[in-house]
């Protein structure tokens, strides 16, 4: 496995391959950002991970300083994954000065995560284009777990014309159904005994979505009520279609979105909810 730690040796890697399928992280590992790994061999090109945690992306008062950097463990696991290179650059390589210019996201971005963290997205959408001009994927891999990161990637690249396929990975859980998440290891043994239920109460409305249930604003509410009786601190819970706009009386295929606090850790989830037999959102 190749380390590449700076802009030059990338490009020259890159320069020697056709293709690539490109899966950017912010490190510390586990076995989610894992399965997008083997998700990327299976298309055959060479795999190229990124680690870089992007302090653009973090707001005041976050947790960039304490987010967790494990890199030597984390170019272990990559290696064991088969995965062809990994770039690893510094801050400076990313941001060679002042970042002045900045992606103009729609309002989406301003709406469910991005009404809780500003300019969060702005940032995420900022380094990933920076990332993708750099590395000049022909496909690249996000995880569904940031179901609006996802979505605003893939609508950046869309209407900037980018020559990148956008795939999706899968939420990977624990055993209990708990998306697994860097953040979970702030969870305190307590709270990480309660987290389950966040995934509980999004697997209660689709079931009711599944049943007929249009009560949307009812549902939302009756789990925000069930979360706050057990001690949470939920910043939202909203059912969207898969394009992520309010849904329609005929909209089939929804999705149910969440962020909430438990003690002093932010966890995110979602649950897709197909209401026919067409395929599942892709």
């Not at 290696?79 to 801050?91: K, M, R, S, T």
């Not at 103009?104 to 995560?113: F, G, R, V």
């Not at 043994?189 to 697997?203: C, F, G, I, V």
């Amino acid at each position: 496995m190749k380390i590449l730690h700076d802009i030059t040796t990338l490009r020259a890697w890159r320069a020697r391959q056709t293709g690539i399928v490109f899966v950017p992280t912010m490190g510390n590992l586990h076995a989610g950002h894992l399965s997008l790994m083997q998700q990327a061999k299976q298309t055959q090109l060479p795999v190229l991970a990124s680690i870089f945690v992007n302090p653009l992306q973090f707001g005041a008062g976050e947790d960039f300083s304490r987010y967790p950097r494990t890199l030597d463990a984390d170019l272990t696991q990559l290696e064991q994954a088969g995965v062809d290179a990994v770039f690893v650059p510094e801050a400076h390589d990313v941001y060679p000065e002042p970042q002045t210019c900045f992606i103009e996201l729609p309002d989406l971005a301003q709406q469910l995560c991005g009404e809780f963290r500003p300019g969060h997205f702005r940032g995420m959408a900022t380094v990933v284009m920076k990332l993708l001009q750099m590395a000049q994927p022909t496909h690249a891999i996000f995880g569904k777990k940031d179901y609006q990161q996802l979505a605003i990637i893939r609508l950046m690249c869309q209407q900037f014309c980018l020559p990148v396929t956008i795939m999706a990975g899968e939420t990977m859980r624990a055993d209990d159904g708990l998306a697994l998440s860097s953040r979970n290891q702030y969870l305190a043994p307590h709270e990480r005994d309660k987290a389950p239920q966040l995934y509980a109460e999004l697997n209660r409305i689709k079931n009711q979505l599944q049943s007929g249930n249009k009560h949307y604003t009812l549902l939302e509410q009756t789990a925000l009520n069930n979360l706050a009786q057990s001690g949470w601190q939920t910043e939202y819970i909203s059912i969207r279609d898969a394009t992520l706009t309010r849904p329609k009386p005929d909209s089939a295929h929804l999705v149910i979105l969440a962020a909430a606090r438990i003690g002093n850790t932010r966890l995110i989830d979602n649950v897709e909810a197909s209401l026919t037999t067409g395929p599942r959102i892709q």
